[in-house]
């Protein structure tokens, strides 16, 4: 059974840091395609960071500069590092994987970012 479990979420000052933890565990190994996607209250859920299997990595224009996705795959874990947090990256983070043709979802963590 595949299982994507984020952490790292709380509450952050503006212009403090974050690193949220993707981990993950059956069947699934985090070399393959992985994402963070975003949704705050009111919005749709939105791209923020993806990384290929090949290594690519892509952001959104709204985190670039400020976010680092990366991925250890001895741990299975991979990792959005968020600098220069604002107010506006105030989200429910997911780490969405693709295996195959599947994807899988996280549950989710709670950022917060206060002015």
């Known amino acids: 059974q595949v299982r994507l479990v984020e952490s790292g979420g709380g509450l952050v000052q503006a212009g403090g840091s974050l690193r949220l933890s993707c981990a993950a565990s059956g069947s699934f190994f985090s070399g393959n395609r992985m994402g963070w996607f975003r949704q705050a209250p009111g919005r749709q859920r939105e791209w923020v960071a993806g990384i290929t299997s090949g290594g690519i990595i892509a952001y959104a224009d709204s985190v670039k500069g400020r976010f680092t996705i990366s991925r250890d795959n001895a741990k299975n874990t991979v990792y959005l590092q968020m600098n220069s947090l604002s107010p506006e990256d105030t989200a429910v983070y997911y780490c969405?994987?693709?295996?195959?043709?599947?994807?899988?979802w996280g549950p989710g963590t709670q950022v917060t970012v206060s002015s």
């Open positions: 969405k994987g693709t295996q195959a043709s599947d994807d899988f």
